[in-house]
């Protein structure tokens, strides 16, 4: 693993696993961690503080497992986009009565692209309606095949609500956390990851921090992201206070200057000149890729498979409905003949989200859109991120770009090229045509064959083509700022006064 890649491995010892929850909503994870912080958490004394710190530790057979408790595949993803390693085990909280969900599957997709092993909690048993063997029959199905089915899958039955089977959900994380080599150096270097931080009105700036190797002492100066300072006080899960903790310990602490980003990555100086340079160093780092975007551009990692730094050209794969990711599917598993492995890490209807970017980054894969539209949360993670999002609307092309990337000689990008903004001031209904919305273009201008975006209070509630156009009582094409027109969509027709059009084309970018 990489944060003891460093270390002479005659130093590294057993270290507790680190455990993540992650499933569909509702399916159970904030009880589950609540059933398993009972089981076996000795009731603390009151401690310095009393607070929540998003992440405790339990003992069972005189073995420490460290659980993040903070579910939701953001956090999860959050690390592995700055290139942390969050957890060593995915605990994948699956309800016996509802099955594998869309978040379940993105859940097995991010822990795969982390290779961090899945356990299964099969949770809800309790439910009258639950039905175990349908769930292992969906889970086999998306790669998750049981081990009593001879598969590699540990599928754990759990009522969280009855606490029920915690038990044997911890024995299943202790058999598979002794077959991998979880180990640390406890007199190492002193990192970690930034689990989650804050700032609050009397203390400060407040930050969790998952020690991953050596050990860290209060008056430790520390520098986590871009912000840096020296420990004034530490506390473990039980709010006692701390001196030291060493790797796999989930500590809270106090004395930074500015609130980290969770997933940061922190380390120990020697002083608070080193420490100081170092962050004045990415302070200037990150303004130049500010000022230049990096881009994980299919060329780019064509490049880097040349120059033997990546073996797969990994693809995450959205579309309008299921049924035509198959045949995209199915034409790039062909292309994989060729030297380059093609991996689809995830192939989903829908339209591309802020969580596929997520995973895209994380994985430096890039996100191909089949007749979808990339939100815009996604386009601006995108940009920070720097990854690629490609939009197509016929499916060979699509698969003609991964091709001629695979030959190194590829076509520019399509982009989405913005051309204006219009207001909804007043619907009008149409006698046999329908709903019309009258409307002033603010910005640039609104183009009869442009797609379209409508947002109501921020959000996208449409996406999609114009139909009608109309200026006065004419059909035009165009209309600029500062004109009222009158515009309808094709298959929406629910405006409202108040949203608001972003009007744009897909074009090839260069052309
Ligand atoms: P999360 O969204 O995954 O964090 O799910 P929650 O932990 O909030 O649980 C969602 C709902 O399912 C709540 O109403 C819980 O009480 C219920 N629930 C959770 N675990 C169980 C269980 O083992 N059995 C039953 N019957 N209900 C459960």
Not at 87 to 97: G, M, R
Not at 137 to 146: D, M, S, T, W, Y
Not at 326 to 349: F, G, M, R, Y
Not at 460 to 482: N, Y
């Amino acid at each position: 693993r990489q944060v003891i890649m460093n270390e002479d491995p005659r130093s590294l010892v057993k270290r507790p696993p680190v455990v993540t929850i992650l499933g569909h909503v509702d399916h159970g994870k904030t009880t589950l961690l609540d059933a398993i912080r009972h089981s076996n958490v000795a009731s603390g004394e009151a401690g310095g503080i009393t607070q929540h710190i998003g992440a405790y530790q339990v003992e069972h057979h005189n073995q420490l497992i460290t659980f993040l408790d903070t579910p939701g595949h953001a956090a999860f993803t959050a690390m592995r986009a700055r290139g942390a390693q969050g957890a060593d085990i995915v605990v994948l909280v699956v309800a016996a009565n509802d099955g594998v969900m869309p978040q379940t599957r993105e859940a097995i997709a991010h822990a795969k692209a982390a290779r961090v092993p899945i356990i299964v909690a099969l949770n809800k048993v309790d439910r009258p309606d639950s039905n175990p063997d349908f769930v292992k029959r969906q889970l086999a199905e998306n790669g998750l095949v049981p081990d009593e089915w001879d598969g590699d899958t540990m599928i754990v039955p759990v009522s969280a609500k009855q606490k029920m089977g915690i038990e044997d959900l911890l024995e299943a994380i202790l058999l598979v956390s002794d077959s991998m080599d979880i180990r640390a150096n406890p007199n190492g270097k002193v990192l970690g990851t930034v689990i989650e931080a804050q700032v609050e009105k009397a203390k400060g700036v407040i930050a969790t921090l998952l020690v991953q190797n050596g050990s860290l002492e209060m008056g430790d100066i520390i520098v986590a992201g871009t912000s840096m300072g020296r420990i004034r006080a530490m506390f473990d899960y039980r709010n006692r206070k701390l001196r030291k903790a060493g790797p796999s310990m989930p500590v809270l602490v106090m004395g930074l200057s500015d609130v980290p980003a969770a997933g940061d990555i922190f380390q120990v100086y020697k002083n608070d000149r080193e420490a100081r340079a170092v962050v004045e160093e990415r302070k200037t780092q990150a303004q130049n890729r500010q000022a230049a975007v990096p881009k994980a551009t299919l060329e780019q990692l064509f490049e880097r498979y040349q120059a033997g730094e990546t073996r797969e050209l990994c693809l995450l794969l959205k579309a309008d409905v299921q049924g035509s990711l198959e045949p995209i599917v199915s034409e790039l598993k062909d292309l994989n003949k060729s030297e380059i492995k093609v991996t689809i890490l995830q192939a989903e209807a829908g339209n591309v989200s802020e969580n596929d970017v997520m995973l895209a980054a994380a994985s430096k894969a890039i996100v191909l859109g089949f007749n979808v539209t990339a939100d815009t949360a996604a386009r601006r993670l995108a940009e920070a991120e720097g990854v690629s999002i490609r939009l197509y609307d016929i499916i060979y092309r699509l698969t003609e770009d991964i091709e001629k990337a695979l030959k190194g000689m590829l076509e520019p990008e399509f982009k989405e090229v913005p051309l204006g903004k219009a207001e909804v001031l007043a619907v009008f209904n149409i006698s046999k045509v329908g709903n019309i919305a009258g409307c002033r273009v603010t910005q640039g201008e609104v183009r009869r064959n442009g797609k379209a975006r409508v947002l109501r209070a921020g959000k996208v509630i449409f996406e999609g083509d114009i139909s009608s156009l109309k200026h006065e009582r004419d059909d035009v094409r165009e209309v600029r700022q500062g004109y009222d027109c009158g515009i309808s969509f094709r298959n929406f027709d629910d405006m409202q006064a108040g949203d608001q059009i972003e009007c744009y084309t897909i074009e090839r970018f260069g052309s």
